[in-house]
């Protein structure tokens, strides 16, 4: 078979890229395409030395430091994709990638990792913080993503098999398409976080500081309570802001390289979580260490943390995105915690691995393939 896998775009290597990582490995004789590709020489060796091909977008004015303001016409970009020359298609999806044209004689397989976040449920939400809420400029971007969605639901008809990062996005992508996805968990690294079991006394956070992390929550929260010690690990448009909220008992180290986050990840105390994340890598990384999670009880943590109910605990849920209700998880937490066994978040963890991804991808397709061409040979 002639294999296309379609990511996004290729700018740095994060969640969505780890599944491109692995898509590469499984099916090496793959073409790669992406709307844009301004990956740093340096981050390149997940591709495996593979060409990309992209899209008009890539040669528009200021496209490598602003192509996302370009999205109005990354619909009518990945359409002039031209994949008619192949039988599978895998698409690695949060914005367009779904979107390509295929026929009715060629597989395409969508993984995706959510549906348009700031085009559907999150919208009012991202106008907000982007100060986009109000004005012509905002009444403007309201205008464009209403037509992102009408592009984004129609396209969902040339997908021939959704596939959910987890049991949440499967709700939104049902919720927003009216289709079913099987879910396949992404693939998490959990050999390079080694385990430890001694911990000392300090919580950790740690993310890129923009505002759905709510990284300002959770330095509020600490900074109301003098006796217990943050780290934050992190930098990003929202630092500043930040720091204006940490109290003396908070500790802001700014970007650190992998070895010291991993070091600081062993030994915390737990591991905090404030975002309502689609998946949540970062929490799986934590138990990978050993360490439990205080998270907010929603969206795709509550597939990777097990609460103080269940079999096994491995963190604290907290229900309501306020410093208040963090805090009063965190005074639970240091009441109850002391039941989580290090060893049981690390096993947890494990369900989430790079290997178990390749395993179940690897079979996913290989069915849907099967089934695809028997209804082939019935048509035929």
């Known amino acids: 078979m002639k294999i296309a896998i379609v990511h996004e775009w290729l700018d740095t290597y994060a969640g969505s890229e780890r599944v491109l990582e692995q898509m590469i490995k499984l099916f090496p004789e793959a073409d790669l395409f992406s709307v844009v590709d301004f990956l740093p020489e340096g981050q390149r060796g997940f591709l495996l030395d593979k060409p990309v091909k992209t899209t008009f977008i890539q040669n528009l004015p200021f496209a490598k430091s602003t192509f996302r303001k370009y999205l109005p016409l990354m619909p009518l970009a990945v359409e002039q994709i031209d994949l008619s020359g192949y039988d599978l298609v895998l698409s690695s999806s949060h914005a367009v990638a779904k979107g390509v044209l295929t026929g009715p004689d060629q597989l395409h397989i969508s993984y995706v990792h959510s549906p348009i976040r700031y085009a559907w449920d999150l919208q009012h939400q991202y106008l907000k913080e982007s100060g ?40 939104r992508i049902h919720k927003v398409y009216g289709r079913d996805a099987d879910v396949i968990y992404p693939p998490v690294d959990v050999e390079a976080f080694t385990f430890c079991d001694s911990k000392e006394d300090f919580y950790l956070t740690a993310s890129r500081m923009v505002p759905y992390k709510k990284i300002d929550l959770i330095v509020e929260a600490f900074s109301q309570m003098p006796d217990k010690k943050l780290v934050v690990i992190g930098d990003g448009p929202d630092f500043e802001k930040v720091c204006a909220k940490a109290g003396k008992n908070v500790t802001l180290l ?76 965190v005074k639970l937490f240091d009441r109850d915690g002391g039941g989580i066994i290090p060893q049981d978040c690390r096993d947890n963890s494990l369900r989430f691995s790079t290997e178990r991804f390749q395993q179940e991808f690897r079979r996913y397709v290989g069915e849907q393939v099967a089934l695809f061409t028997d209804k082939q040979r019935v048509y035929y």
């Open 254 to 329: 700014g970007y650190q390289p992998f070895h010291v986050l991993k070091d600081y990840m062993q030994h915390a105390r737990a591991f905090v979580f404030a975002a309502e994340e689609d998946f949540g890598i970062t929490s799986v990384e934590a138990q990978a260490c050993g360490t439990p999670v205080i998270a907010y009880g929603k969206g795709g943590a509550l597939e990777t943390i097990r609460g103080l109910n269940a079999d096994n605990p491995t963190g604290v849920f907290f229900n309501e995105q306020t410093w208040s209700s963090l805090v009063d998880a």
């Open 132 to 171: 986009l809420d109000t004005g012509v400029k905002g009444w403007l971007t309201k205008y464009l993503l209403y037509k992102i969605r009408l592009w984004d639901y129609r396209t969902a008809n040339g997908v021939d098999r959704f596939v959910a990062n987890s049991q949440f996005i499967a709700r």
